[in-house]
């Protein structure tokens, strides 16, 4: 998946996000959406979120808080 999304000719915003998602998601063992939503983060200079999803504490750079 990772060398369609960085084909060339292939234009996406934030092409980066997804090369980390793809990362955390082969890395970490965690859900994509999760993946895709902690990379999402990352890129926004954040380090805290809400959330029930214990995936998120196997990233290291999140700090994930309960409702």
Known sequence: MTSFVNLPGLRIKRKSVFDR???LYVTLGIDYIDS???????AQGQSALYSYDTDFDRVPSLQRHEP
């Open 21 to 23: 998602a793809f990362e």
């Open 36 to 42: 895709y939503h902690a990379a999402l983060l990352e």
